[in-house]
């Protein structure tokens, strides 16, 4: 079976600062990692995905994360946040072999201060 | 280019009732999941069809619970006799492929059930 933990259930951090959330997982079998985030109100959205290849996934808001095997660590960054940032952020793993379900993490909510 | 929808997004149940809780995917998307947000938490998965075959249900918590999509497009979960631990946000996502691995799941705006 596979899990995941997210560290920090809140984050609270200034606008232009930047930040990392973090996310470990555990799986004895080769899992594909993903990070989600739901703004208020609104439903779950990919923000980016690690399938193969380079360990460092972009986003196209700035977002990244990478891949760490060896820590089966799967943090996300961003060297300057904005106010519309603001959300909650989801990390999650899948299987190789089988149905694409995911196993998500608790969330972690990350705040924007002006 | 319409989204996941989920209808309705609100419900507010007595305890004891049966409650059904709609989706409607993707137009064309093959494969359909369903997950339940407790508060605080991460989703959980629930079930999963390819087309109208239900292809994994472990996740569903007891038998009260059930689900169907019975022409491979929207699907319907359906809580009989609810209880106060079903009070939750349960969200529907649905992927164009025969749940391949690296497709994304698109997910709807979920509905909030509440029992009483």
């Known amino acids: 079976a596979q899990s995941v933990t997210q560290l920090d259930s809140q984050v609270p951090v200034f606008e232009e600062a930047p930040v990392e959330l973090r996310c470990n997982y555990s799986s004895s079998v080769s899992v594909y990692l993903f990070w989600y985030v739901q703004y208020p109100n609104q439903g779950l959205q990919l923000l980016l995905k690690y399938l193969s290849g380079s360990t460092l996934v972009e986003s196209i808001n700035g977002f990244e994360a990478e891949f760490n095997k060896s820590q089966t660590s799967f943090h996300l960054r961003k060297p300057s946040v904005h106010i519309s940032d603001t959300a909650e952020y989801f990390c999650a793993v899948s299987r190789y072999q089988g149905a694409q379900k995911l196993v998500f993490g608790q969330g972690t909510r990350l705040t924007i201060n002006p | ?116």
């Not at chain 2, 809780?21 to 369903?34: K, Q």
């Not at chain 2, 292809?55 to 059930?66: A, E, H, T, Y």
């Open chain 2, 1 to 116: 280019g319409a989204g996941v929808s989920q209808s309705p997004r609100y419900k507010v149940a007595k305890r004891g009732q049966d409650v059904a809780l709609r989706c409607d995917p993707i137009s064309g998307h093959v494969s359909l999941f369903w997950y339940q947000q407790a508060l605080g938490q991460g989703p959980e998965f629930l079930t999963y069809f390819q087309n109208e075959a239900q292809l994994d249900k472990s996740g569903l918590p007891s038998d009260r619970f059930f689900a169907e999509r019975p022409e491979g497009s929207v699907s319907t979960l359906k809580i009989q006799r609810t209880q106060q631990e079903d009070s939750a946000v349960y969200l529907c996502a649905s992927s164009p492929g025969l749940a391949m691995r690296t497709d994304t799941q698109y997910f709807g705006p979920g509905t909030r059930l509440t029992v009483l």
